[in-house]
């Protein structure tokens, strides 16, 4: 437990705070291991080569994930002041959200569980 005054607590946890932009995206209808098929292919890039990889990728999750890195593109450009040429992918990854369970009728009066799974992922963008 931090000790000192309410304010002053919160000052130093603003000062631990990551200022590297980063975009995330919650309970997307997407699974974690689908996700990381397109994560992998734009990890440590720059975000311009980053952006043709999503852009022409037929996987689902790429329109997802496209979306994802223009706004954490825009949230380099306008809240922290940075020059988009510089810019590449730091850290992008995807973690398991709750997962939506469905029953699917089966024969002689049984039920089997789909599972639909979700995820939360998230883009860190960084200058060279």
């Known amino acids: 437990m931090a000790k000192g005054h ?5 000052r130093e946890r603003n000062a631990q705070k990551d200022t590297r932009p980063s975009a995330k995206l919650s309970y997307a209808r997407v699974s974690v291991q689908k996700a990381c098929f397109v994560l992998d292919a734009i990890r440590g890039k ?5 952006l043709g990889i ?5 996987r689902y999750a790429s329109t997802l994930i ?3 890195l223009e706004s954490a593109i825009a949230n380099a450009e306008n809240n ?5 040429e510089n810019l ?3 850290e992008c ?6 997962t939506m369970k469905r029953i699917r009728p089966r024969a002689q009066g049984r039920a089997y569980r789909i599972e639909k799974r979700s995820s939360h992922i998230t883009v860190v963008l960084n200058e060279r």
């Open 6 to 10: 309410r304010s002053q607590i919160k």
């Open 46 to 50: 720059d975000v311009q080569t980053a």
């Open 54 to 58: 999503v852009t022409y990728n037929p």
């Open 66 to 68: 496209k979306k994802l």
């Open 80 to 84: 922290n002041g940075m020059n988009v």
């Open 88 to 90: 590449y992918v730091e």
């Open 93 to 98: 990854y995807a973690n398991q959200a709750p």
